[in-house]
């Protein structure tokens, strides 16, 4: 049998404008260095947020602690049950109005990461604070390509009047670098695809994408050579993981430039023009965009991502399942219970794909265990009932094992005005920051 050899944890597959990075692999917890140091798993945090809050009857489970029940909106983590912890009675102080009056949709965007109350202005002079992903970053950004990515499917801006005098800078950003920076988004697959396969020469990337375009190759057409002079130096486990990751790649790499259809250029020859990388459909966007994150972790390019479904206040209709009227108008249901039924449509919706990202991650073997394991993924809005507008027992849940550190998944129920910080500063702690404080926080969350 041949003798498996160390690799470095920072092994790259490099060809003309690329540089694939590799998932965690058997070979990189056999030099000595890390032998001596103990082997690391990578601690990865994550942010979801879903816009105009939750329709809460069919969010919230009954019962509290280890046997809790799925719940109408939650049923589609049925798989991972056993890797989801919700928490009720979370609380973003931040979003209230203190005095500010109209404008909860922006105030519960820009303070869902920060615990910070925004500034009212829609001029230059907007005020917030730094994002939890940032605080994080400036501790341990440094050990990964990226020190964060931030994702969405929709577009950031920067200024603009987009709720009752609030800035459009809150209600369409997650991550804040400071006080008055906020950090745009990607929406465009493609986009994100190259950013996460190029080597950062954009000289050498413009011409791998011309090159690989004109002649039809994939991105791993460049790195193959290098591909099979490290798989020689594998054991048998690692080239199957290997061989896995680089098939998701190409798949969705596959997904991604196909998107468009086939379009005929000069003397009936098909041309393929580099697509926008968006789809119109809003599903397959949102599973281009769950499958790029996964790559993200998985390759460990960053440990640190945001995600926003849409920007807050989003008004925008699902007619794909059957609700054709804008989600921010029926999460102003006045209690009607069909408004409600078709609220629970969209939850249920928006959480099927976040099921499809947790399919992704557990199925991706690491450190004996799965992707999802060495993960804390927040999922959940800074506003409960649309309807009233409440920044109280918030829809929050969170996904993955953070290592080990959560041995056992439950409803957890929290004391009334509990900050939704305490939970981040819980998060900074199983990610090595020593941080006594975030945003508006009172302590480190205490459960499991």
Not at 190 to 211: C, H, P, T, W, Y
Not at 416 to 442: E, I, R
């Given at each position: 049998?041949?003798?498996?050899?160390?690799?470095?944890?920072?092994?790259?597959?490099?060809?003309?404008?690329?540089?694939?990075?590799?998932?965690?692999?058997?070979?990189?917890?056999?030099?000595?260095?890390?032998?001596?140091?103990?082997?690391?798993?990578?601690?990865?945090?994550?942010?979801?947020?879903?816009?105009?809050?939750?329709?809460?009857?069919?969010?919230?489970?009954?019962?509290?602690?280890?046997?809790?029940?799925?719940?109408?909106?939650?049923?589609?983590?049925?798989?991972?049950?056993?890797?989801?912890?919700?928490?009720?009675?979370?609380?973003?102080?931040?979003a209230?109005?203190?005095?500010?009056?109209?404008?909860?949709?922006?105030?519960?965007?820009?303070?869902?990461?920060?615990?910070?109350?925004?500034?009212?202005?829609?001029?230059?002079?907007?005020?917030?604070?730094?994002?939890?992903?940032?605080?994080?970053?400036?501790?341990?950004?440094?050990?990964?390509?990226?020190?964060t990515?931030?994702?969405?499917?929709?577009?950031?801006?920067?200024?603009?009047?987009?709720?009752?005098?609030?800035?459009?800078?809150?209600?369409?950003?997650?991550?804040?670098?400071?006080?008055?920076?906020?950090?745009?988004?990607?929406?465009?697959p493609?986009?994100?695809?190259?950013?996460?396969?190029?080597?950062?020469?954009?000289?050498?990337?413009?011409?791998?994408?011309?090159?690989?375009l004109?002649?039809?190759?994939?991105?791993?057409?460049?790195?193959q050579?290098?591909?099979?002079?490290?798989?020689?130096?594998?054991?048998?486990?690692?080239?199957?993981?290997?061989?896995?990751?680089?098939?998701?790649?190409?798949?969705?790499?596959?997904?991604?430039?196909?998107?468009?259809?086939?379009?005929?250029?000069?003397?009936?020859?098909?041309?393929?023009?580099?697509?926008?990388?968006?789809?119109?459909?809003?599903?397959?966007?949102?599973?281009?965009?769950?499958?790029?994150?996964?790559?993200?972790?998985?390759?460990?390019?960053t440990?640190?991502?945001?995600?926003?479904?849409?920007?807050?206040?989003?008004?925008?209709?699902?007619?794909?399942?059957?609700?054709?009227e804008?989600?921010?108008?029926?999460?102003?249901?006045?209690?009607?219970?069909?408004k409600?039924?078709?609220?629970?449509?969209?939850?249920?919706?928006?959480?099927?794909?976040?099921?499809?990202?947790?399919?992704?991650?557990?199925?991706?073997?690491?450190?004996?265990?799965?992707?999802?394991?060495n993960?804390?993924?927040?999922?959940?809005?800074?506003?409960?009932?649309?309807?009233?507008?409440?920044?109280?027992?918030?829809?929050?849940?969170?996904?993955?094992?953070?290592?080990?550190?959560i041995?056992?998944?439950?409803?957890?129920?929290?004391p009334?005005?509990?900050?939704?910080?305490?939970?981040?500063?819980?998060?900074?702690?199983?990610?090595?920051?020593?941080?006594?404080?975030?945003?508006?926080?009172?302590?480190?969350?205490?459960?499991?």
């Open positions: 049998m041949r003798k498996q050899k160390p690799i470095s944890r920072r092994t790259v597959l490099r060809g003309l404008g690329t540089a694939v990075s590799l998932p965690f692999l058997e070979a990189m917890t056999l030099n000595s260095v890390t032998h001596a140091a103990g082997i690391e798993k990578p601690m990865r945090m994550m942010f979801f947020m879903v816009p105009n809050g939750a329709h809460m009857p069919a969010w919230t489970p009954t019962k509290e602690g280890k046997d809790y029940e799925l719940t109408p909106i939650l049923q589609p983590l049925a798989k991972h049950r056993n890797s989801v912890s919700v928490f009720t009675g979370l609380t973003l102080d931040g209230r109005d203190h005095g500010d009056g109209a404008g909860d949709h922006a105030r519960s965007g820009a303070a869902f990461l920060t615990g910070a109350h925004p500034r009212k202005t829609d001029g230059s002079d907007i005020k917030n604070s730094i994002s939890i992903d940032q605080f994080a970053a400036n501790a341990i950004g440094n050990k990964t390509r990226f020190t990515l931030e994702l969405g499917l929709e577009g950031s801006a920067q200024a603009g009047s987009c709720d009752s005098g609030y800035s459009c800078a809150y209600s369409s950003n997650l991550a804040w670098r400071n006080e008055s920076s906020p950090l745009a988004k990607e929406k465009d493609s986009a994100v695809f190259d950013r996460l396969f190029g080597n950062g020469d954009k000289v050498s990337e413009g011409k791998n994408r011309s090159v690989r004109g002649r039809r190759k994939s991105i791993l057409d460049f790195v050579e290098d591909a099979k002079s490290l798989q020689r130096q594998l054991g048998q486990a690692d080239n199957r993981k290997i061989d896995e990751y680089l098939y998701a790649i190409r798949d969705v790499e596959n997904r991604v430039l196909n998107g468009d259809k086939l379009k005929i250029g000069q003397n009936g020859v098909p041309n393929f023009p580099r697509p926008t990388g968006i789809p119109r459909d809003w599903s397959e966007h949102c599973k281009l965009m769950m499958d790029m994150t996964a790559l993200a972790i998985r390759s460990d390019a440990r640190i991502l945001t995600f926003m479904y849409r920007n807050e206040g989003n008004n925008d209709g699902y007619p794909q399942i059957g609700v054709a804008g989600h921010h108008d029926l999460s102003h249901h006045g209690k009607s219970e069909e409600q039924a078709k609220v629970q449509k969209i939850n249920t919706y928006h959480m099927e794909h976040f099921a499809y990202l947790l399919d992704n991650l557990a199925s991706a073997e690491e450190a004996g265990g799965s992707l999802l394991d993960c804390m993924i927040v999922y959940g809005s800074g506003i409960s009932d649309g309807d009233r507008h409440n920044h109280d027992d918030l829809p929050i849940i969170m996904a993955g094992k953070a290592g080990g550190k041995p056992k998944a439950g409803h957890w129920k929290f009334k005005n509990t900050p939704l910080c305490n939970l981040y500063l819980w998060m900074l702690h199983q990610s090595g920051v020593n941080a006594t404080q975030f945003g508006d926080s009172t302590g480190v969350l205490e459960f499991s």
